[in-house]
Antibody
Framework: QVQLQESGPGLVNPSETLSLTCGVSGYSISIGYYWGWIRQPPGKGLEWIGSIYNSGRTYYNPSLKSRVTISVDTSKNQFSLKLSSVTAADTAFYYC????????????????????WGQGTLVTVSS | QSVLTQPHSVSAAPGQKVTISCSGSSSNIGYNYVSWYQQLPGTAPKLLIYDNNKRPSGIPDRFSGSKSGTSATLGITGLQTGDEADYYCGSWDSSLITVVFGGGTKLSVL
C-alpha cells in the first residue's frame, strides 16, 4: 500500500522560501510514475503546483513556475518542493500525491490523476 | 475563478441519487480525460473516478462518471450521510499547459 507523508515547517516568513518534503513508503519512486504537489488555501479549491518524474523531469503550473522548484531523491524515496518569495497568498494546505500521467507525450488526449494523496500539511505565511 | 465550473452546492435525501456537473472547454474536458475527487471534512482529497468513468479499486459502484462534449458528470446513487463532502473535478488543459480543477461542490445529504 503506497503511503505519502508531507513534512516541513508550518510557519514561513513573508519573502522567504517554503520548503516541504514528501516521504513515500510502499512503493519505490525509482520504478516510475510522476509525483506531484497540490495546494489548497483554507476553505478554497485545489491548485496543482507541479509534478516530477523519477528522472528529475519536471512540469510546473505556469502561474507558479518562476517561484517553484520540485526535486526528487530516489535514494531516500522522497521528493521535495521549494516555493520562493512567499506571501500571505501562499498560505495553504500542501498535499503531495502520486500522479498518474504522461506529460512528455507529444499528442493527446492527455489523462492525469492523483492517487494516493498524503494527509496534507498547513503552511502559514506570516511574520 | 476556476477553469472548470462546478455548482457550489447540491443536496439530496439519503437513498436518493445526485449528479454533480463540471463544465469546461475544448482545451480541457472537450479533448482530455476527467478525474473526480472526494474530500471529506478535514481530510485529504481521495480519487473517485479517473479517465472519465473508471473507478479505482475499492470505490463502490454507487459512484459513476461520464463525459459529453465539454462537460463531465459525477453520479452518486444510494446516498449515505457519509457521502457528505466536497467533490472536485480535474483535467489537463492543453492550452494553459497545466492541470486544472473545478472550484468544488459541497454535497449535503439531508
Amino acid at each position: 500500500q503506497v503511503q505519502l507523508q508531507e513534512s516541513g515547517p508550518g510557519l514561513v516568513n513573508p519573502s522567504e522560501t517554503l520548503s516541504l518534503t514528501c516521504g513515500v513508503s510502499g512503493y519505490s519512486i525509482s520504478i516510475g510514475y510522476y509525483w506531484g504537489w497540490i495546494r489548497q488555501p483554507p476553505g478554497k479549491g485545489l491548485e496543482w503546483i507541479g509534478s516530477i518524474y523519477n528522472s528529475g523531469r519536471t512540469y510546473y503550473n505556469p502561474s507558479l513556475k518562476s517561484r517553484v522548484t520540485i526535486s526528487v531523491d530516489t535514494s531516500k524515496n522522497q521528493f521535495s518542493l521549494k516555493l520562493s518569495s512567499v506571501t500571505a497568498a501562499d498560505t495553504a494546505f500542501y498535499y503531495c500525491a502520486r500522479n498518474d500521467a504522461d506529460y512528455s507525450r507529444a499528442w493527446g488526449p492527455w489523462d492525469t490523476w492523483f492517487d494516493p494523496w498524503g494527509q496534507g500539511t498547513l503552511v502559514t505565511v506570516s511574520s | 475563478q476556476s477553469v472548470l465550473t462546478q455548482p457550489h452546492s447540491v443536496s439530496a435525501a439519503p437513498g436518493q441519487k445526485v449528479t454533480i456537473s463540471c463544465s469546461g472547454s475544448s482545451s480541457n474536458i472537450g479533448y482530455n480525460y476527467v478525474s473526480w475527487y472526494q474530500q471529506l471534512p478535514g481530510t485529504a482529497p481521495k480519487l473517485l473516478i479517473y479517465d472519465n468513468n473508471k473507478r479505482p479499486s475499492g470505490i463502490p459502484d454507487r459512484f459513476s462518471g461520464s463525459k459529453s462534449g465539454t462537460s463531465a458528470t459525477l453520479g452518486i446513487t444510494g446516498l449515505q450521510t457519509g457521502d457528505e463532502a466536497d467533490y472536485y473535478c480535474g483535467s489537463w488543459d492543453s492550452s494553459l499547459i497545466t492541470v486544472v480543477f473545478g472550484g468544488g461542490t459541497k454535497l449535503s445529504v439531508l
